[in-house]
């Protein structure tokens, strides 16, 4: 694995939106399937997402989420990664976001993330 994408990424990613950063958007390009990961909390925020139809997909949430399957590498949060998602020196309180910080720091990758709170924390690397 070479990156973690943030919820907005991986949404923006799949659906070819140009909110994509340029820099996030070369990095993923030559990626094989698999190489770039999510954490399992997206899969929750972009149920939650389509539930209260702040994201419309084009298809069925069952098959979006069988292609995100077929391209990123969906990883799990651990005991580990639910500790320190609550330790790490982050300055809003989303549960979300600090289980994606966490799963970054934890497996040592690189976060696509725009969330200017997760970038000035200087707790990952970021590429956007």
């Not at 292609?67 to 790490?88: K, M, V």
């Amino acid at each position: 694995m070479k990156i973690l994408l943030d919820t907005h990424a991986v949404l923006w990613a799949m659906l070819g939106d140009s909110r994509l950063g340029r820099n996030a958007e070369e990095f993923l390009r030559p990626l094989a399937v698999g190489e770039a990961a999510i954490s399992d909390v997206t899969l929750l925020e972009i149920a939650m997402l389509e539930k209260k139809r702040r994201l419309v997909l084009n298809i069925p949430l069952t098959n979006f989420f069988l292609a995100l399957n077929q391209r990123f590498t969906i990883l799990p949060i651990t005991p580990q990664i639910a500790i320190d998602a609550y330790s790490l020196a982050l300055p809003h309180g989303d549960p979300s976001d600090r289980a994606i910080v966490a799963t970054a720091h934890y497996h040592r990758l690189p976060l696509a993330t725009r969330d200017k709170a997760i970038t000035d924390s200087g707790l990952v690397k970021i590429i956007w």
